[in-house]
């Protein structure tokens, strides 16, 4: 089935450092999406991708949708502490189920203080 | 505005017991998902609503697991008879027609099969 690779598996930093974390696939999706997930908690969208080759921000965060389709980046610049948590790409529309996501592992974020 | 709840939060039960998750989603979201995730692992899709109708069930494994929408509101998540292998995080979310993949997660329903 579909697969989605994400590294790192888990990063540790220091405040205010910028973090970098990725995703690949080998098949082309149409959307690429960035979700956060806190402890207890389930997955909070923070950007979404339509475009290949599309650059978003959002706040300290910025996305990017790979010109190939198969490969997304996200980078969170000048990290703090509530930057903790669990970092999942996702992609949909592939095939005809358009609404279905596929998940990564996800990338565990911690922040030395 | 109200975001996706589900109930319970913890259920532990012992093997071969029958459980029951229940999720109301966001007002006039008509897409309804049930995802499980497994201890260090991202969410995989269990079974996709639109309005009432199950329009993606292939992940659902049916021999144990059942779901229903009725009226196209609420949904409930069934595990009859529940396993080890079920021990999990069981997630609903909902969409209602922003762009693809944008769906808002309820707190999860935490699973203990002893």
């Known amino acids: 089935g579909q697969q989605l690779n994400q590294s790192p598996q888990s990063m540790f930093i220091q405040e205010g450092e910028d973090v970098s974390m990725n995703c690949t696939s080998s098949s082309i999706f149409n959307t690429w999406l960035w979700y956060k997930q806190d402890p207890g908690e389930g997955p909070v969208l923070l950007i979404a991708l339509y475009k290949a080759g599309e650059l978003t921000s959002n706040g300290r965060l910025t996305a990017q949708f790979g010109i190939t389709r198969k490969d997304s980046f996200l980078n969170i610049s000048a990290s703090i502490p509530s930057d903790v948590g669990i970092y999942f790409c996702a992609g949909a529309g592939y095939g005809g189920s358009q609404g279905n996501l596929i998940f990564g592992k996800g990338t565990k974020l911690s922040v030395k203080p | 505005e109200a975001g996706v709840v589900q109930s319970p939060r913890y259920k532990i039960i012992e093997k071969k017991q029958p459980v029951a998750f229940w999720c109301n989603p966001i007002s006039g979201h008509n897409t309804l998902y049930w995802y499980r995730q497994n201890l260090g692992q991202g969410p995989e899709l269990l079974i996709r609503y639109e309005n009432e109708e199950a329009v993606d069930d292939s992940q659902l494994p049916k021999d144990r697991f059942s779901a229903e929408r009725l009226k196209g509101v609420d949904s409930t998540l069934k595990i009859q008879p529940a396993e080890l292998g079920d021990s999990a995080v069981y997630l609903c979310?909902?969409?209602?027609?922003?762009?693809?993949?944008?769906?808002?997660f309820g707190e999860g329903s935490r699973l203990t099969v002893l």
């Open positions: 979310a909902s969409s209602g027609g922003q762009g693809i993949g944008e769906l808002f």
